[in-house]
């Protein structure tokens, strides 16, 4: 009989030792398994006297509940423990600082090309977007570069090996120039009836691509186009529009600016324009810095407009340029390679 109950005792340290599930499931089998000692009390049984089996029954089943209680509890407290452990392993220390995001900045790029449509907005430019992917007709046909023309080798162009709907080869537009067509196409398709139609005042800031790579030319660059038309725009019209421009974006006004004769074939004449610094590192030097002229009338012709009745300037700079005059960076590379440090420094 004490013995009997002895077992209970016996039995809830053996599971307290046990440390965790599997040991515990392990210790059970020692008392209520198959080859268990609860178990064996039973086999024991059947050899007593039958008015002796009753009492002895009901005892060792009052002792098994006692012992699987014990193991219940026990198997409690350890999952209970295990969560405890989890729950600590994973907390979460409210008390640490948090971690801020860096604060992230502007590409010196993207400065420029902002400045640039803002300095035109101020002046009445409306500012459009278009295709880097172009086709042949608009970057080359329609800008009076015809197929075999000389001028067209002015610029290495990146072919785009799939073909257009149309038949023509697609490539990645060397200039921005397409993009005087496209709006000058869209505006007069607007404005069909009216007469005269309002002008044509617009920039196109831009990606262009060409078949180069040095200190100063990168396969992908960046260029605005700037297009006026109306009845009476001159070149006296281009010169103080860009000559404002360029004290605007520099914010200074000792600035010399230099149309100096060149060719295109979408302008005619066509000029090279040169800015020099009047002070500073740069000082005394001619500084080349857009391609422009007037529009040649059969461009005008390609927009959809009579060139005895329209006529204005167009010309299309470079924003890396700009950029890196504006900052003094010598190599246009680095703003290409997306080092922190020196991007960081516009920020
Ligand atoms: N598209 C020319 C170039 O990229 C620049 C230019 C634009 C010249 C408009 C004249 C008029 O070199």
Do not use: C
Request: hydrophobic residues 40%; charged residues 25%.
């Amino acid at each position: 009989m004490n013995s009997l109950h002895a077992l209970i005792d016996q039995a809830r340290a053996d599971f307290a030792r046990a440390a965790d599930a599997a040991a515990l499931e392990n210790t059970k089998a020692r008392y209520l398994g198959k080859a268990g000692l609860i178990t064996a009390e039973m086999k024991a049984l059947a050899s007593l006297a039958p008015e002796d089996k009753r009492a002895r029954g009901a005892e060792i089943n009052a002792v098994k509940q006692a012992i699987e209680r014990a193991l219940q509890d026990r198997r409690d407290a350890i999952e209970q423990a295990a969560l405890q452990a989890q729950l600590e392993a994973q907390a979460i220390d409210v008390t640490l600082p948090g971690r801020v995001a860096d604060r992230g900045g502007l590409h010196p790029l993207t400065r420029s090309w902002m400045r640039v449509e803002q300095i035109f907005r101020s002046i009445g430019f409306d500012v459009a977007d278009g295709p880097e992917i172009e086709d042949d007709w608009t970057n080359f046909t329609a800008l009076n570069s015809p197929q075999n023309h000389p001028a067209r080798s002015m610029q290495d162009t990146f072919y785009v090996d799939v073909d257009d709907v149309h038949g023509q080869p697609l490539l990645l537009r060397t200039h921005t120039s397409p993009m005087q067509v496209r709006y000058a196409r869209m505006h007069v398709q607007r404005q069909a009836a009216a007469s005269p139609m309002s002008p044509i005042k617009v920039i196109a800031p831009g990606r262009t691509y060409r078949v180069d790579s040095d200190a100063t030319h990168s396969p992908m660059f960046h260029q605005f186009e700037g297009l006026w038309i109306d009845t009476d725009v001159s070149m006296a019209d281009l010169k103080g529009t860009f000559t404002g421009f360029l004290k605007a974006f520099f914010e200074r006004d000792d600035i010399l600016v230099r149309f100096r004769p060149s060719y295109f074939p979408f302008t005619e004449p066509s000029a090279e324009i040169d800015m020099m610094f009047e002070s500073g590192p740069l000082k005394g030097r001619w500084l080349e810095l857009a391609g422009s002229g007037q529009v040649h009338p059969t461009v005008v012709r390609n927009f959809g407009l009579d060139p005895e009745r329209y006529i204005g300037f167009a010309f299309g700079s470079g924003i890396d340029r700009l950029t890196m005059l504006r900052y003094g960076v010598t190599d246009l590379r680095l703003f290409y390679e997306n080092d922190l440090r020196f991007l960081q420094q516009f920020a």
